[in-house]
């Protein structure tokens, strides 16, 4: 009997260490690698609408897109083109459509371009991207090109903020003012920056969701 | 796995250890054959409970973590864990007795899947690595009232209600976040350690194994509620989780086997 007590006695001082050892070794840590799940939308068109501010009626709209987001066709850049006036302030937009399911002929158009009508096919991915604006910076670079040059020609201020705090500029919505100067033309890259955790107000940090250019002419 | 096959071989011991005593005609109880105190030593599985266990990463529109969701903002992604300690008591009559426990509890995290997969959603990125580091870990220092009713000279009834201090470390969240082939940094909340007031209930049943030696089973309810107020670093922006403050029961049954030195008083 004494026997047995002793021997229960241990082994229960050995379980109970035993137990204290497999704890401490339950503090690893764990790591789990989450990849995005496949994407049900594109980015095929960015559509870029400036409207004169001393006449709405004049509105300017021009059309970047590629239907083949694999890259397999070049881009369609024929209706790329934005004409400004002189000494003018515009009110500028940026659109952002997934057009892969679209007919030909319900693509979106330069000609009375409106958001609220475009083709029930089309995707407008705008609405999302200006719900995580928080991570999300457009990006202008203007090209010299001809005359006086767009650079000199051109000023590019963005409009929008973010809900960071401090509040960040986003560039969804600008105001695009030409000045009282020679006729210039140029090229004018846009770049829609992805910036999760990095947004600080510089394009340079992040990913890119589009890099799209227009030609510009100032007349 | 491991702690749960430990467990069942300290209760197996037990029982084993009741049998032979079922063998051994019982004596009478009398106070002659009782201990005055006892210190010991005590390991379980613990049981965490309540809006601590919960998971929930709800998103609104585009991803968006809801900050102002009940239950985004309770959830605290605890697991089960294990608990162990040292617990000595004095009993001044018959039934009734004044003792203590320092105990340490580890809880692991539950929900890594889903906290990695919220945050993958509410930045729309290509992939979310989430590191959970430390667990949950809590320190009491309890003190308080010890019950016994002994039903033979060898087993009896125990019960406590403990009051005391607790201390309680959240585990450390690490999410790298990478997109288009970019590494767009790692934020990480950071382990917060808080205080407060905790308080134990327990019912069980221990059984003299010799004149010094016994052994206990002891079902033990556990709560305290510390305010957590926690750094988040290298953060720049709301939109996925941001827990900034956690004040939830940290609440949990602990099944727990005991062994205990008896000490009689001469």
Not at chain 1, 112 to 128: L, M, R, W
Not at chain 1, 133 to 156: A, E, K, M, P, R
Request: charged share 15%.
């Amino acid at each position: 009997m004494k026997k047995s007590i002793f021997f229960l006695t241990t082994i229960a001082f050995i379980a109970v260490a035993a137990f204290m050892l497999s704890t401490s070794s339950c503090k690893k840590s764990e790591t789990v690698v989450t990849p995005h799940p496949p994407a049900n939308e594109f980015l095929t068109t960015v559509v870029m609408e400036c409207i004169n501010n001393n006449a709405p009626h004049d509105t300017e709209t021009c059309i970047w897109r590629d239907l083949t987001p694999s890259g397999s066709n070049p881009p369609d850049t024929s209706l790329a083109f934005l004409n400004l006036a002189r000494n003018t302030t515009y009110a500028v937009k940026l659109y952002a459509l997934d057009e892969t399911k679209t007919a030909t002929p319900m693509l979106a158009d330069t000609n009375h371009f409106d958001i609220n009508k475009i083709a029930s096919t089309t995707v407008d991915v705008q609405t999302e991207l200006e719900q995580r604006v928080n991570y999300h910076l457009i990006c202008f670079t203007l090209t010299q090109g001809t005359g006086v040059g767009l650079v000199n020609d051109l000023s590019i201020v963005r409009d929008d903020y973010d809900n960071n705090s401090p509040p960040l500029q986003v560039g969804f919505v600008d105001t695009f003012t030409t000045l009282n100067t020679a006729v210039s033309g140029g090229r004018m890259e846009v770049v829609q920056h992805h910036q999760p955790n990095v947004k600080n107000g510089s394009c340079e940090p992040g990913s890119i969701d589009y890099d799209v250019f227009f030609n510009v002419n100032v007349k | 796995m491991k702690n749960l096959s430990i467990f069942i071989l300290l209760l197996a011991l037990n029982m084993g250890a009741n049998a032979q005593d079922a063998a051994t005609p019982a004596k009478n109880s009398d106070n002659s054959t009782m201990s005055n105190g006892f210190i010991g030593l005590i390991g379980g599985y613990s049981i965490s409970m309540g809006n601590w266990t919960h998971t929930s990463y709800i998103t609104g529109d585009a991803g968006k973590w809801l900050s102002d969701n009940p239950d985004n903002l309770s959830a605290g992604f605890a697991g089960n864990g294990s608990t162990y300690g040292v617990e000595g008591g004095w009993y001044f009559c018959k039934y009734l007795g004044i003792g203590g426990v320092v105990s340490y509890s580890h809880y692991g995290f539950s929900g890594l899947d889903s906290i990695s997969a919220g945050y993958d959603k509410s930045f729309d990125v290509d992939q979310i690595t989430t590191t959970v580091s430390g667990g949950y870990d809590i320190w009491n220092f309890m003190g308080g009232l010890y019950f016994r009713y002994p039903f033979s000279d060898k087993f009896a009834i125990t019960a406590k209600l403990l009051g005391g201090f607790t201390s309680a470390t959240t585990p450390q969240i690490d999410v790298a976040v990478e997109d288009g082939g970019v590494e767009d940094g790692t934020f990480t909340q950071q382990r917060c350690t808080a205080n407060s007031f905790g308080y134990m209930a327990g019912l069980g049943v221990s059984y003299k194994l010799s004149k010094c030696m016994g052994l206990n089973l002891q079902g033990i309810y556990a709560s305290s509620e510390p305010d957590f107020l926690i750094d988040n670093t290298n953060r720049n922006n709301t939109i996925g989780r941001l827990i900034t403050e956690y004040k939830q029961p940290l609440t949990s049954i602990n099944i727990c086997l005991g062994v205990t030195y008896l000490i009689k008083a001469k």
